[in-house]
């Protein structure tokens, strides 16, 4: 199986950073992409940031100049820098992979879709 865990969520004044980790586990291979996405309360989930096993980025427009994603594809892990948070940054973060490849005895298997279970970043005074 392939999992993504999350951490580096909390309590932050306006202004404040953040910092988001995403380790994946299991008998990986690849993976093709690695993304941040937000859902806050009463709204859609949104893509905030996603990166590639090339390092390619792409960012929300509420979020560009404030956060930077980055990813260690040695550990399959991928990082969300945040910095001067606004309250309504506020929601939980989930982490996402897409494309992953990965063994099941000795044997490849393919997954389109990964999600982990969600942080949760406060953004309050």
């Known amino acids: 199986q392939v999992q993504l865990v999350e951490s580096g969520g909390g309590l932050v004044q306006p202004g404040g950073s953040l910092r988001l980790s995403c380790a994946a586990s299991?008998?990986?291979?690849?993976?093709?992409?690695m993304g941040w996405y937000r859902q806050a309360p009463g709204k859609e989930r949104e893509l905030v940031a996603a990166?590639?096993?090339?390092?390619?980025?792409n960012y929300a427009d509420s979020v560009k100049g404030r956060f930077t994603i980055s990813r260690d594809n040695a550990k399959n892990t991928v990082y969300l820098q945040m910095n001067s948070l606004k309250p309504e940054d506020t929601a939980v973060y989930y982490c996402?992979?897409?494309?992953?490849?990965?063994?099941?005895?000795?044997?490849?298997?393919?997954?389109?879709?990964?999600w982990g279970k969600g942080t949760l970043v406060t953004v309050s005074s």
């Open positions: 996402n992979a897409k494309g992953v490849v990965f063994k099941v005895a000795g044997n490849l298997r393919y997954g389109v879709d990964y």
């Open positions: 299991g008998s990986l291979v690849s993976i093709n992409a």
């Open positions: 990166i590639t096993s090339g390092s390619n980025t």
